[in-house]
């Protein structure tokens, strides 16, 4: 089932989540419902307070869809174990922002680790656009959105601009 996506500013995007002690059928449902919303959007990655639950989960997926089969990728509780001294700039976007993109730069590499659907720990080295999307949903946990990395002015223009994008929505 898709679930509504929280448009900044939101206090549930500011908040730093709880981590996951207890894989129960109701947070596997969860993780379900955010790939089904990120792929409906659609996105590459999704945290849970996008959904408005303040919880350790995210989940993503960058493979581009003609190059190669989806790789759904669903992680409780996950940890940057290490991270490269070399970095990487993208332009990133994020489905709470919509319309909004600016380049943010990332350690190039990152080392995982997780708790997968089944309550198996996973880890993993992540590199290009992997590694980039992880950092930026596991930002998302600690209540750190991509706009945080830009000058106060841009993240205030982008932040009045998302206010008045939601006042016209609600008017609707
Ligand atoms: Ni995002």
């Not at 419902?33 to 996008?50: F, K, N, S, V, W």
């Not at 997926?61 to 669903?74: G, M, N, W």
């Not at 992880?134 to 206010?163: A, C, N, S, W």
Request: contains cysteine; aromatic residues 6%; glycine residues 4%.
């Amino acid at each position: 089932m898709k679930r509504p996506i929280v448009l900044h500013p939101d206090p549930r995007l500011k908040t730093r989540c709880a981590p996951v002690d207890d894989l129960s059928v109701d947070l596997r449902r969860l993780a379900d419902d955010m790939l089904e919303t990120m792929y409906d959007a659609p996105g590459i990655g999704l945290a849970a307070p996008q959904v408005g639950v303040t919880t350790r989960l995210i989940v993503l997926d960058c493979v581009k869809p003609d190059e190669a089969p989806p790789r759904p990728l669903i992680m409780f509780n996950p940890q940057i174990v290490a991270a490269s001294d070399e970095k990487n700039t993208y332009e990133e976007g994020c489905l709470s922002i919509p319309e909004h993109f600016a380049d943010v730069t990332r350690p190039a590499e990152v080392e995982i680790a997780w708790i997968d659907r089944d309550g198996n720990p996973k880890s993993e080295v992540f590199g290009g656009l992997w590694a980039t999307c992880v950092q930026h949903e596991i930002d998302h946990l600690d209540g750190k959105l991509f706009i945080d990395y830009l000058t106060p002015l841009k993240r205030q223009l982008i932040t009045r601009k998302m206010q008045k994008l939601k006042r016209e929505r609600t008017r609707v």
